[in-house]
Antibody, heavy 120, light 106 residues
């Protein structure tokens, strides 16, 4: 069974740092596209970052240079290193696995989310 | 970056109604379009991928159509468990979600 379990969310001051983890089971993280998607309180979904099976990465303009996606193959875990945090980064952060179809890829499994609150 | 615009932002409907939600991309995304359902406090759930392919386990009352820039999600007969928020998402260039459509009870 595919499972994704996020952890690491916390209350952090503006300008601070945090690392989120997403422990995967039932599949191999490094063989899949993996993303972070966030949702500010009462708002919609915002895609944050993706790491492809080959290791290349992409970021939303709103986080580029401050958030870094990575993975540890030995732990089958996805990470999001967050630095220079701002109030607008406050959100529930979900990790999600993508399935690559004939054309589009799509998020078929999601974690339960972890809350990051940026406030003084 | 590609922008995704959904309409309406919210709608009120009754059980048994036919519901249609539209999603427009700022440029052609071919068929790189997916739909998700989200209920309060829960992670999103995949409904439809590649415009019209139904995810396993999703009821057949959900359907999708469209191409290029204009897409539609239709619920043929709204059920009590369908009251939720729906998001479209493109994967043609990076990834972007629409702002969501909340389906509420009339």
């Amino acid at each position: 069974e595919v499972q994704l379990v996020e952890s690491g969310g916390d209350l952090v001051q503006p300008g601070g740092s945090l690392r989120l983890s997403c422990a995967a089971s039932g599949f191999i993280v490094s063989s899949n596209y993996m993303s972070w998607v966030r949702q500010a309180p009462g708002k919609g979904l915002e895609w944050v970052s993706i790491i492809y099976s080959g290791g290349s990465t992409h970021y939303a303009d709103s986080v580029r240079g401050r958030l870094t996606i990575s993975r540890d193959n030995s732990k089958n875990t996805l990470y999001l290193q967050m630095s220079s945090l701002r109030a607008e980064d406050t959100a529930v952060y979900y990790c999600a696995r993508s399935i690559v179809g004939d054309t589009t890829d799509y998020f078929d499994h999601w974690g339960q989310g972890t809350l990051v609150t940026v406030s003084s | 970056d590609i922008q995704m615009t959904q309409s309406p932002s919210s709608l009120s409907a009754s059980v048994g109604d036919r519901v249609t939600i539209t999603c427009r991309a700022s440029q052609s995304i071919r068929n790189y379009l997916n739909w998700y359902q989200q209920k309060p406090g829960k992670a999103p759930k995949l409904l439809i991928y590649a415009v019209s392919s139904l995810q396993s386990g999703v009821p057949s009352r959900f359907s999708g159509s469209g191409s290029g820039t204009d897409f539609t999600l239709t619920i043929s007969s709204l059920q009590p468990e369908d009251f939720a928020t729906y998001f479209c998402q493109q994967s043609y260039s990076k990834r972007t979600f629409g702002q969501g459509t909340k389906v509420e009870f009339k």
